[in-house]
């Protein structure tokens, strides 16, 4: 059996044939993403390619085909497991604020986070977590808003 020998963390820039490549599997695996089925089959060839079908699970094939999807529009791709720990200035890159603003967060307890020496660390799985929560309030009130905008013929 295989190893991975690449750091899976590590970013990967496609280059213009693997983009062509990427950009052609996500068509045609994207088909097969309309099955209710918990399990995905997929046969390998090459020549180190085993006889039977491997088989994943339906979420793990989604996210190939979002990963063949990013890398076929030139995007840089990179798997991080949620268990990671990310720095104030990770986290503020990744919510797209300012580290004052991050640090706040921490302190006030909306992210869980832990400090290692001096520096504070919260994780990947947290901080995506109060990200979606965050972006579902902002969209009940804006759905609000614009359901009095309605009453008031404000469209």
Not at 7 to 21: I, M, Q
């Amino acid at each position: 059996m295989s190893t991975i020998t690449a750091d899976p963390t590590d970013p990967v820039a496609p280059s213009v044939e693997d983009s062509a490549f990427a950009r052609e599997s996500a068509r045609l695996l994207a088909r097969s993403m309309d099955t209710n089925d918990a399990t995905v089959r997929l046969r390998i060839e090459g020549p180190n390619a085993p006889n039977e079908p491997a088989i994943v699970p339906a979420v793990a094939f989604q996210l190939l085909v979002r990963i063949l999807d990013e890398m076929g529009a030139g995007n840089t791709v990179r798997v991080i497991p949620g268990h990671i720990d990310l720095t104030t200035g990770d986290i503020a890159e990744l919510l797209n604020c300012s580290r004052p603003h991050v640090i706040k967060l921490l302190d006030e307890g909306l992210i869980a986070s832990h400090r290692v020496g001096t520096h504070r660390r919260a994780r990947l799985k947290d901080v995506l977590e109060y990200r979606d929560e965050h972006y579902q309030a902002r969209k009940a009130i804006l759905d609000h808003m614009a359901a009095i905008d309605q009453e008031l013929g404000l469209e």
